[in-house]
């Protein structure tokens, strides 16, 4: 072997394999830490970095070409008015309601219902002055109505006698005035006992029920089925000559009561069923004192309406008795009467007729309007 070849050093090479390895790793070792910091780089970014701002949808005062913050329009030029600033109050104060308000009843509701209608004040208006006349018709009439001269038959108004004479020579102005005082009271004396007769059946009817129901209900039909204006005629020809105030007031209730026995009946069979009666009947009340505290008043609504209009129609039927001379005697000033006499003179005096026919129908108009007006007063269904 020559001299002069050289052989390497295994420990030479060792240190030298040993350097190069840890050269490499600590290559590796920088180059890893170096990409794991490009890696964090962007991750600190993203945290420390600010949310982008949501597009607002603009207002009204942002203009017609008000975009969001992403720059897209949000609205088209035209529709600014669809949108609307954000209400600041809450819901607590959008639905509070006052506490220490009084509870309104079905009577409190009518009556702010009443008071909002002309028709109301009208009718109020006619029927106090008809009430009026009638309680004291010498306040307005100084002549005496049964007091007759035949030289002023016929005769022209005068300042003291403004609707002039009758055939009979009469003031008409007072017989006018004082002939509302028969006529108002057989109406409201009619009124008050066909609604306790016709209220008592028709409320017994319908809170019993059963036989008891039956029963009166046929009864009731038979009396529906007799004409009230003819079956008065045919009785008071029984009183005839001998007639007066109570008994025209009796024939009319006689005849009159079926009207306000079924619309009773009918209200006390819808108001029996309702909770509060059950409730009552589960605290151990009678039925009789269920009837009377409970059902009934919430029943009368129907029958205050009915027994108003009904009013009207018992003035017009006891006219129309003491037009066919059957009806109150000649003594007592009626209106009815009144326009018996002036048939007579329907041609050539005219005048005579329209005063007390004006008077009746002002009257029995006042008296239905009223009954007209409270019936929506009291009705919910009737009520917009």
Known sequence: MPDNLDIPDSTESADNTDSADSSESTD???????????????????????PEPEARWPRPSDGPRATGATGATAVRIGQEHFVADTDEQGLGAVDA??????????????????????????????????????????????????????????????????FGFDRQGCDIFARTIYGARASVTVGVLTTLLVTLLGGLIGALAGFFGGFFDALLSRITDVFFAVPFVLAAIVVMQMFKG?????????????????QIARITRGAVMSVKNEDFVTASVSLGSGRLAILLRHVLPNAAAPIIVTAT???????????????????????????????????????????????????????????VMMGDVVRDALDPKARK
Request: aromatic share 8%; glycine share 6%; with cysteine.
């Open 28 to 50: 590796n070792a920088d180059s890893t830490e170096s990409t794991e910091g490009q890696d964090q780089k962007p991750l600190e970014a993203q945290t420390h970095e600010q």
């Open 97 to 162: 309601v006052a506490d220490d308000s009084a509870p309104s009843s079905m009577w409190g509701e009518a009556w702010k219902q009443l008071r909002r209608r002309p028709i109301f004040w009208v009718s109020a208006l006619l029927i106090a002055v008809a009430v009026l006349l009638a309680v004291a018709p010498g306040l307005i009439a100084r002549a005496t109505p049964t007091y007759c001269q035949l030289n002023n038959s016929y005769g022209p108004p005068t300042v003291q006698h403004p």
């Open 242 to 258: 001998r007639s007066s105030i109570l008994t025209v007031v009796a024939v009319l209730a006689l005849f009159g009561w079926p």
């Open 309 to 367: 209009v009904e009013l009207g129609i018992f003035i017009v039927a006891e006219a129309t008795l003491s037009f066919l001379g059957i009806g109150l005697p000649a003594s007592v000033v009626s209106w009815g009467a009144d326009i018996s006499t002036a048939n007579v003179a329907l041609r050539d005096h005219i005048s005579v007729l329209l005063y007390p026919a004006g008077a009746l129908a002002l009257t029995v108009l006042g008296f």
